[in-house]
């Protein structure tokens, strides 16, 4: 099952059990997933662009709860944060710590990267191989730490 049908199965769900927030944050995925697909040449999107519009998504909530909490905005932060949760769950599981490493490590010692100037090569097979377990910005801050 594609993840455009199994968010609309779970819109229906939400439906039925009326969870009305729930409800709009898989509203605003399958909106973005059918954008997505009519600004594209085909009518499927691949799981990678899926991914990367749900990141999109999470990354947003994310930052707009951080804002709201700033500003003592107490109940839209709290929404911010339960869609981006929701979203979250569509998502592959995301790389620990210690595995963010260990895979960086690896790839640092095939190309034989030995200096913050190698940082690019590393950078440009960690974001193609890791894509969807992990964040660009925190997979740049463990390569960094690693060739320093």
């Not at 455009?4 to 769900?13: G, R």
Request: proline share 1%.
């Amino acid at each position: 099952m594609s993840l455009f049908d199994q968010i609309t199965l779970n819109i229906k769900k939400a439906m039925l059990a009326k969870q009305k927030a729930k409800l709009e944050a898989l509203r605003a995925v399958k909106s973005e997933l059918l954008i997505a697909k009519t600004k594209g040449s085909s009518s499927e999107l691949s799981k990678d662009e899926e991914i990367k519009i749900l990141q999109r998504l999470v990354k947003q909530r994310r930052e707009s709860a951080d804002i709201y909490k700033e500003q003592n905005r107490k109940e839209l932060y709290e929404v911010e944060v339960f869609q981006a949760d929701i979203i979250q769950a569509y998502l592959p599981q995301q790389l620990s710590d210690e595995e963010l490493s260990k895979e960086i490590k690896e790839i640092i010692s095939s190309i034989g990267a030995s200096s913050i100037k190698d940082m690019g090569k590393v950078m440009g097979i960690a974001a193609k191989k890791l894509s969807g377990r992990a964040e660009g910005k925190i997979i740049a801050d463990k390569v960094k730490a690693l060739l320093s």
